[in-house]
């Protein structure tokens, strides 16, 4: 899959780094188990990988579903171009945003949706209506399966880089954590079958060394503030976290962080 001129301008402007994501989301991959021990898929189910990033695990869906298929839809350049790698015979990539995920991937054309760290990165006038779109690319009784922050989220890492950024002339993280009784509210107007609701949030401690928190800082949590990849201010940004990242070391000397996942698992009436 190629990568246009002007799809290397849009990702300037995002900020975004593929291949950098790729190399620094190992606190990611590492609950992939988790995930799939929720809910996984069948060997035939046609699958969509709803923001699939840099499309490390719609490989390991595709490799679920051998007599299946995945396609991974995600609206940045540079994550496509880094998930490009992964393709094959029953994995296909394309561009698109959660909130058309049907008419990217067509009404009724999946038996699971899944989507991973995507939708706090979405302002929550925007939940309804991709929950809609994920609810029409389901075929009647299909499922959806998705993990993002919850309320709570890297509580202590949001107060020592929303100090940064403020220094800086920024604004606070544009983010969205809600908690479990909005996001059931919001999945019940859009027409999901109440009887199958699982909206849970869970604490997970993820392991960091002080080198991997600042890289999760520089190819993730720095994009909250509108600073990224390319962006004259991540420097300064980067070295004000750094000069408070001793704030973040645990009791036990660590430098993990606890993050607050917002579970949900639930099915298109049938």
Known sequence: MG???LEREATQRSGWSGGRYADESGHHRSFDDWFLDQHAPGALDRVVDAGCGSGEFSARLAGMVPEGRVLGVEPDPSMLEAAAR???SNLEF???RVQELDQVCGSSWADLVVSRAVFHWLPL???RP????VL????????FHAESGGAGNVAQLTRILDDVAAGLGLGGARVTFPDAGMVLELLEQARFEPRSFGVTTVAQRRAFDRDQLMGFVRTQAAMAYGVGSGDDLL????AGVSHRLAELRRHDGS???TFVRLHVLCRRPA
Do not use: N
């Open 3 to 5: 990568v246009t001129s």
């Open 86 to 88: 992964h393709a094959k």
């Open 94 to 96: 394309r561009s698109g």
């Open 125 to 127: 006038s925007d939940y």
């Open 130 to 133: 991709s929950y809609e779109a």
């Open 136 to 143: 029409r690319t389901l075929r009647p009784g299909g499922w």
């Open 235 to 238: 420097p300064r940004f980067l």
């Open 255 to 257: 430098y993990d962080q």
